[in-house]
């Protein structure tokens, strides 16, 4: 079976005051479906370079880069934009919630446009909130919710159109403790029981310990790759 995720000598060169800055340098890389991916490296060492590319947010300066056999290293903005759309779910630190909107508007905003009637993104909606626990805060505004049940809320959104692969970037950099323990365990439960794909940026090494490999960016290349025990 190919690869979810296949980068081979992907590089990128940014060019900053006359000054090229290579923020990546030839990585060679596979994610399987179903992995369970951690990201780690210090500020600087190449992993949200990584991680943009591979979520189609920017494209490399050399190399290739397929998804699902699909060569996507020189496709354009809205083909990128397409491949977001079906197949990527994006959950951040900052949650990235509309304070104006009620959870279940949150997490129909990527449908809102899509051609689906307002019944249908009513229960796709409310079915995303169920899958994170949380139907029955679907009418709470943000500032209603905790930084848990945002932070769920915003799980729910990137569940919204069915992703096989979820990216998410430091998604517990703003809960406690206890609070980021059950964000992990629900990417846990996505990962084994929905089979999705989950590929995660964080610093915290017992953020990492929840993946099932962790892989270490070091002045833009791939200096460790670790499966879990």
Do not use: W
Not at 1 to 19: C, D, F, Q, T
């Amino acid at each position: 079976m190919a690869p979810l995720i296949e980068v081979k000598g992907l590089s990128k060169v940014y060019r900053m005051g006359g000054v090229d800055f290579p923020a990546l340098k030839g990585v060679l890389l596979k994610i399987e479906k179903g992995e369970f991916v951690a990201i780690m490296g210090p500020s600087g060492s190449g992993k949200s370079t990584f991680m943009n590319i591979i979520g189609c947010l920017d494209t490399p300066t050399e190399g290739i880069y397929t998804m699902d056999e699909q060569d996507v290293s020189r496709l354009t903005r809205d083909e990128l934009a397409a491949i977001r759309n079906k197949k990527i779910g994006f959950v951040f630190q900052s949650f990235n919630l509309l304070t104006r909107m009620t959870a279940l508007e949150n997490v129909v905003l990527p449908i809102r446009y899509s051609g689906a009637g307002a019944g249908e993104r009513h229960e796709r909606g409310l079915n995303a909130l169920k899958i994170v626990g949380l139907e029955e805060k679907a009418r709470n505004r943000p500032n209603q919710l905790s930084g848990g049940q945002q932070q769920r809320v915003a799980i729910a959104r990137a569940l919204i159109n069915n992703p096989s692969l979820i990216f998410a970037d430091e998604p517990t950099g703003n809960l406690d403790s206890q609070t980021s323990s059950e964000i992990m365990k629900l990417f846990q439960k996505l990962n084994s029981e929905n089979g999705i794909t989950v590929v995660m940026v964080t610093h915290e090494a017992d953020i990492a310990g929840y993946a099932k490999r962790r892989i270490y960016f070091r002045d833009g290349m791939v200096v460790k790759d670790d499966a879990a025990a």
